[in-house]
């Protein structure tokens, strides 16, 4: 893609995207970011009594993805499990006499902790009904202690509706304080923002961070595409054609309808950005004539101001989520498109990508100093994969090798997944990966999906 000045090329500009570089050793980025080794922890599936039974195919298969998908656990493979599985930890029975001739009585942590399953946790469960509401009582335990008291890290009630949407619900809560005794933070509750072309038109969709409970929140019959969420979680801003030309619309997500947003006359204003504070927007216009720049706004639209001067196409731009005076963004001041940083009052641009290619759609990392983008440089040129960046020491790392059409790489609230669009599959999904490459995930089927948002919210 050549950015051009004329409208087709700031189109092109915005509504393109784009990665690959050969660049494919490991690096301290993704040690950071994912961490080193791993604990094995065993997840056997949870029995119920009654009615609750019914619902225990949605809870296990939901606890054992959660912590799969964490990128904090090697999961032990359930066909290498013990043939008594406790429930309780009433359930444990150590060992009768003394090594070496120790009579076993029951399950163990042994069981556990030694071969074939190797595992340093073991979760241990059971379900059941109580005032028509399904209730969970789980525990967590470190199978390498030898005392059954001191191996267990917490235990804990959970309750749900009696269905399989509470089920899920149970599943994701126990697993949430699982990760938060590892110093992790769940997804559960998290949102993913997104356009799809299911309905006929392109409208903007959000669904669970695992894929679940997709629902349609726009139906202005038109192309809506490139979605910023409010910090707080009360507004989702968006570039629509919906009245003609492409403009910005503000949404409240609390009640769905359309709030108050005025748009400079230009022939594009597009790729909306909340700053931190909730309190203005940056976006990219043409108001000032000729090409696409990066101007900030309240967010009604008013007190607008221009942020940097160049003739050069510039577009998609993004807040440090930490410091709030940085952005990066798209820019075409060395030719192709390339990912650049600058202060927010538009001083000390530097260039972070090495001016190969083209590079294109930059995402701050939760912690202020990564990025991830979209790259056509490598082994397959004219494709776009998925790199990430210490933005300090400008080292990347590629994440996706050879496998479609990649682009539009956003990080996860926790700062350990990134959500990202693909062709990988025949036609253009919604995917999740962990900040190593692993853990593929694809969480669209209907239609063609593209553009995601993870709100924590």
């Not at 961490?35 to 599936?45: E, K, R």
């Not at 006929?200 to 409970?213: C, L, P, R, S, T």
């Not at 940083?341 to 202020?368: C, F, H, Q, Y």
Request: some cysteine; glycine content about 10%.
């Amino acid at each position: 893609m050549t950015l051009k000045k004329s409208y087709v090329g700031i189109l092109a500009a915005v509504l393109g995207a784009g990665a690959l570089l050969w660049a494919q050793q490991q690096s301290d980025i993704i040690i950071k970011l994912v961490g080193g080794t791993m604990p094995v922890i065993a997840v056997p599936d949870v029995r119920g009594s009654g009615d609750a039974q019914q619902h225990m195919g949605v809870f296990n298969q939901t606890l054992f993805a959660d912590l799969q998908d964490s990128g904090l656990f090697k999961m032990a493979p359930k066909s290498m499990y013990p043939l008594e599985v406790p429930q309780r930890p009433q359930d444990f029975r150590p060992p009768a006499g003394a090594p070496p001739r120790q009579q076993r009585q029951g399950p163990w942590l042994t069981d556990w902790s030694q071969p074939p399953v190797s595992a340093n946790y073991l979760t241990v469960g059971y379900a059941a009904v109580q005032n028509d509401r399904l209730v969970f009582f789980g525990w967590l335990y470190n199978v390498g202690q030898t005392d059954v008291n001191n191996a267990q890290v917490f235990g804990k009630v959970y309750f749900g509706s009696l269905d399989a949407a509470g089920a899920r619900q149970v599943a994701h809560d126990f697993a949430a304080d699982i990760l938060a005794r590892m110093g992790a933070q769940s997804l559960a509750g998290s949102k993913i923002y997104f356009t799809s072309d299911r309905s006929g038109h392109k409208e903007i969709w959000v669904m669970d961070f695992d894929g679940e409970n997709q629902k349609q929140l726009t139906r202005l019959r038109s192309i809506s595409r490139f979605i910023a969420v409010s910090p707080d979680g009360s507004r989702l801003a968006f570039m629509t054609f919906a009245k003609g030309t492409p403009e910005i619309m503000m949404m409240s997500l609390e009640t769905g309808r359309m709030l108050p947003f005025y748009n400079q006359r230009a022939s594009l204003n597009s790729n909306p950005e909340f700053t931190p504070d909730g309190q203005s927007l940056l976006f990219s216009s043409t108001a000032a004539g000729g090409s696409a720049q990066i101007f900030q706004c309240n967010v009604n639209g008013s007190g607008l101001r221009r942020v940097g001067v160049t003739s050069a196409i510039e577009v998609e731009p993004k807040v440090n989520p930490k410091s709030g005076t940085e952005i990066v963004m798209t820019s075409g001041r060395s030719g192709p498109p390339q990912v650049y940083k600058m202060n927010i009052d538009g001083t000390d641009v530097v260039r972070l990508t090495s001016g190969e290619g083209d590079a294109v759609n930059p995402s701050w990392n939760p912690n202020g100093q990564h990025i991830a983008f979209s790259w056509t440089r490598g082994f397959e040129p004219g494709n776009y994969n998925i790199f990430i960046m210490d933005v300090a020491s400008r080292e990347y790392v590629q994440l996706t090798h050879g496998a479609g059409r990649n682009e539009n790489p956003v990080w996860a609230p926790d700062g350990r997944h990134l959500a990202f669009s693909s062709n990988r599959s025949g036609s253009t999904q919604i995917w999740t990966m962990l900040a190593d490459g692993t853990k593929l995930r694809r969480l669209t089927s209907q239609g063609r999906n593209e553009n995601p948002v993870w709100s924590k919210n």
